[in-house]
């Protein structure tokens, strides 16, 4: 795993492991190195798929970080999609102030067994697009 600020393009901290090793193992631990390594100046975390679990986010909340983890679309979380009605669904706009070929929508998620809910951004376009 690599820890790296992506504005400076400087890996903070990195962490090699054996190649069957769950990538979703130690992530909180891995982030709190990461932090501790640069003086806890880290106040964003962008991850994949592999950071969407409660402890991550029950860490990042506890230390008052922003985040935007890539959601693993499994089976709840495509249940809420789901449920997200069609006048929720908004245009996005590009860089020019033009609406663009894919549709935004967001929706209140709890892990299960949590209490306090997160926002999940959806993004949806068309096949082809």
């Not at 798929?49 to 890539?70: H, N, W």
Request: net charge positive.
């Amino acid at each position: 795993m690599l820890g790296i600020i992506a504005e400076n393009n400087i890996t903070v901290y990195s962490e090699f492991r054996k190649g069957n090793c769950s990538p979703q193992k130690g992530i909180v631990s891995f982030i709190a190195k990461c932090r501790e390594n640069i003086g806890n100046r880290i106040s964003y975390l962008r991850s994949d798929s592999a950071a969407f679990q409660k402890s991550v986010v029950r860490y990042l909340v506890k230390e008052g970080l922003f985040y935007s983890i890539t959601a693993r679309q499994n089976e709840s979380v495509l249940k809420r999609i789901g449920e997200i009605p069609e006048e929720a669904w908004q245009y996005g706009i590009d860089a020019d102030g033009l609406k663009s070929n894919y549709e935004v929508a967001e929706i209140d998620y709890a892990f299960i067994g949590k209490r306090k809910k997160s926002r999940l951004v959806v993004k949806r376009e068309k096949k082809g697009s």
